[in-house]
């Protein structure tokens, strides 16, 4: 507001808009990637060693030997 104000160029406003809009949104991602990185590599890693267990352990395919 302060540079609107003042009469400063409009592409200067403008410029100074989207580095304020980057910072917030860069922020916000950067909040969100622990979160995000867990839900797709941490379940996947559950899930795959849950599956290798279940291959592990199956005792039908031992007994029809």
Known sequence: M?????DESPSQISDKLKEL????????????????????????????LEDEQEIEVDPETE???
């Open 2 to 6: 302060d540079m609107i104000v003042t």
């Open 21 to 48: 809009l980057f910072t917030k949104s860069a922020e916000k991602v950067d909040a969100f990637k622990p979160v995000v990185a867990s839900s797709l590599f941490g379940d996947s890693e559950e899930t795959e």
């Open 63 to 65: 007994s029809e030997d």
